[in-house]
């Protein structure tokens, strides 16, 4: 059981627009900030989103964060065969002192 | 360009030890914060341990605590993971990820590609 909630699967077609959200509680996205991963099959995962809403050197603006409470949401736009992969969300937990993942979602480009 | 490459898996038994390690190179080392970050075969992503740029703030997941020892030397560019009474849960891919700064709770920027730690008898 992941201590941030994440949808098992999501998918779209090519162009449309998929968002994947990400439940946590007041100790981790709540007063922390959130970071999202991109795990394409077979590879190591990659850092997709930071800060809740920044994208790293490279990552497309197709890809965007938001944050709310202690929910998060990645936005994809202009969906493409590439894009499909596992996405994590990531947070601080200060109960726990060290960060934790949700458990996946498993995007797939229909 | 940032590389992490680690090291040091295998297949082990139940109540043994083993010692990963994580060669870094690409960056000024000694400026941020690592972690150890595994994935059990199927499964999502869990953080196992952390340790800041200068060795002074050092975190782990409560189903590591007491058994695994994580360190680094900034001399040599590299990070450790010591495991001891492993477990069959214990199984999964191991990854090296570089913190974005030097503290603990920055985002992981860089992640090798793993290092398959095997608990079976």
């Known amino acids: 059981q992941s201590v941030l909630t994440q949808p098992p699967s999501a998918s779209g077609t090519p162009g449309q627009r998929v968002t994947i959200s990400c439940s946590g509680s007041s100790s981790n996205i709540g007063s922390k900030t959130v970071n999202w991963y991109q795990q394409l099959p077979g590879t190591a995962p990659k850092l997709l989103i930071y800060s809740n809403n920044q994208r790293p050197s490279g990552v497309p603006d197709r890809f965007s964060g938001s944050k709310s409470g202690t929910s998060a949401f990645l936005a994809i736009s202009g969906l493409r065969s590439e894009d499909e992969a596992d996405y994590y969300c990531?947070?601080?937990?200060?109960?726990?002192?060290?960060?934790?993942f949700g458990g996946g979602t498993k995007l797939t480009v229909l | 360009e940032v590389q992490l490459v680690e090291s040091g898996g295998g297949l082990v038994q139940p109540g043994r030890s083993l010692r990963l390690s994580c060669a870094a190179s690409g960056f000024t080392f000694d400026d941020y914060a690592m972690h150890w970050v595994r994935q059990a075969p199927g499964k999502g992503l869990e953080w196992v341990s952390g340790i800041s740029w200068n060795s002074g703030s050092i975190g782990y997941a409560d189903s590591v605590k007491g058994r695994f020892t994580v360190s680094r030397d900034n001399a040599e560019n590299s990070l450790y993971l010591q495991m001891n009474s492993l477990r069959a849960e214990d199984t999964a891919l191991y990854y090296c990820?570089?913190?974005?700064?030097?503290?603990?709770?920055?985002?992981?920027?860089?992640w090798g590609q793993g290092t398959l730690v095997t608990v079976s008898s």
């Open positions: 990531a947070a601080w937990d200060d109960s726990l002192s060290g960060p934790v």
């Open positions: 990820a570089k913190g974005r700064l030097g503290e603990l709770s920055r985002p992981l920027d860089y």
